[in-house]
């Protein structure tokens, strides 16, 4: 299952796949590897952030974690502001989010940290045995 995750992901990246693409590749792996209900998943969740007078969608939303993808596997500062818009807004809440930005193997890990984001943790499954893959997407979902 892992292994064809991995290949799954970089052929939609040679082939130029949408990030939404990437998204349900993700989402169908770990439902599957950690038997969670896909309605546990909320995809394109619409965030009003009233700071900026602007609406934006989340990738995919699971408890605390939002996604993020970007299939051009380098993440900008736009997008980072954009997610650091998401957490601020979110975070609003009371419950602290964390952000997961991912080419759907790379992934860098932020939290809030004074308005700002803060990068927490880096890995690329890709790198990860089997074993040290699944210990740390558990890390995030659990």
Known sequence: MFETYVADIKNAWETDKAEANLAA????????????????FVFEQTIQMADIKRRGRTDILFGDLVFEFK???????????QLRNYL???NKSGQKYTGLFTDGLNFEAYTLRDGELHPVDDFNLADLSLKHAFVKLDAYLY
């Open 88 to 90: 601020i807004e979110m």
């Open 25 to 40: 590749l993700f989402s169908s792996f770990v439902q599957g590897a950690f038997d969670i209900q896909a309605n546990a």
């Open 71 to 81: 299939k051009n596997k380098s993440f900008k500062t736009a997008d980072r502001n």
